[in-house]
């Protein structure tokens, strides 16, 4: 009897030692791919992207939002299918997938099914926005793979909805009001928007035939010659309307919706909301703070509902159907 109560504890010892060993943590892949640094490997291929194309970094992040709120961040929201989270109305007009394959491929010449799809989602979003001048944050590694993706469980917030929507969709999912409010203007800070996500606020807000009146009034005009109300054509706007930091993770989106410059109606209620308008303040006076606390709240998101261990899997190429069906 003694003897079978060695062996339990020492399984379950070990049960709880391999438990601490699948957790993610900052460096995970050091040693995992001989000589070869997996995260430079990733970097090189960011940068690249980024040098052509600067607007990658809005993709990135906004990529990796949708792809964590939704069934956690398991790049599920790369898989190809025809109900896929790719077919889901939000996930339309995501993009980037075809870096992440690129980095992908890169990875699994140096060291084949080693590095996950979801990890690399992870690594190249703080790659792009420390190439936008953005802090350089240390991502925690480890994600596997999920093996679902269905677009019935994509449910992500629209651009009309309210602060107290909004906050009550982070909360439900571990965040607090400040943690929503840096993930909203983080990503927002190098976001666009097309024309038809805000033109109500230009021409007929909540019905009343005329503009929002919380939107600058010379923006709204500028913005109406942007939007024509009949376009056939859905331009693309700037949510940081500063040209400089336009396309930098700065602070600036909060100076911009405190001066009645946001274009998104979530955006710029943001600004005056009793539980929200403290907090902006805050991080519009100090650039340095809102840094700091961004790649925190970019870390807290990267570990949503994660896949570690021998859960999920390791996928060959990122928009490859698992294995496992599902």
């Known amino acids: 009897m003694k003897s079978f109560r060695v062996v339990v504890f020492v399984l379950i010892l070990l049960s709880l030692t391999s438990d601490c060993h699948a957790a993610l943590k900052a460096g995970f892949y050091v040693g995992k791919c001989g000589k070869q640094n997996v995260e430079s490997i990733i970097r090189n291929v960011v940068r690249q992207r980024f040098a052509r194309d600067p607007t990658i970094v809005a993709a990135l992040l906004r990529m990796q939002f949708h792809d964590c709120f939704v069934s956690g961040c398991d790049a599920s929201v790369l898989l190809n299918g025809a109900r896929s989270e790719k077919t889901a109305p939000p996930n339309l007009s995501l993009r980037g997938f075809d870096l992440i394959e690129r980095a992908k491929a890169a990875v699994e010449k140096a060291c084949p099914r080693v590095v996950s799809c979801a990890d690399i989602i992870a690594v190249a979003a703080r790659d792009a926005v420390f190439l936008s001048k953005g802090m350089n944050y240390r991502v925690q590694t480890g994600r596997r793979d999920g093996v679902v993706s269905l677009a019935s469980n994509v449910n992500l917030p629209g651009p009309g909805i309210s602060v107290s929507q909004s906050m009550g969709f982070f909360a439900n999912k571990g965040f607090s009001t400040r943690e929503m409010v840096l993930l909203i203007g983080g990503g927002h800070s190098v976001g666009v928007a097309h024309c038809s996500l805000f033109q109500n606020r230009l021409y007929n ?122």
């Open 205 to 326: 807000f909540r019905n009343t035939g005329r503009p929002d009146p919380s939107m600058d009034v010379n923006l709204a005009n500028r913005l109406r010659g942007r939007c024509p109300q009949r376009s056939a054509i859905d331009n693309l706007v700037n949510l940081d309307q500063t040209p400089s930091s336009a396309l930098v993770v700065d602070n600036g989106f909060y100076k911009q919706i405190k001066a009645r410059r946001g274009i998104l109606e979530i955006d710029q209620a943001m600004a005056f909301h009793s539980s929200t308008s403290a907090i902006v303040t805050s991080f519009a006076n100090n650039g340095k703070s809102f840094q700091t606390q961004f790649g925190a709240a970019m870390i807290k998101m990267g570990a949503m509902q994660v896949l570690t261990g021998k859960k999920g899997e390791i996928r060959k190429t990122c928009g490859a159907r698992p294995r496992r069906s599902s």
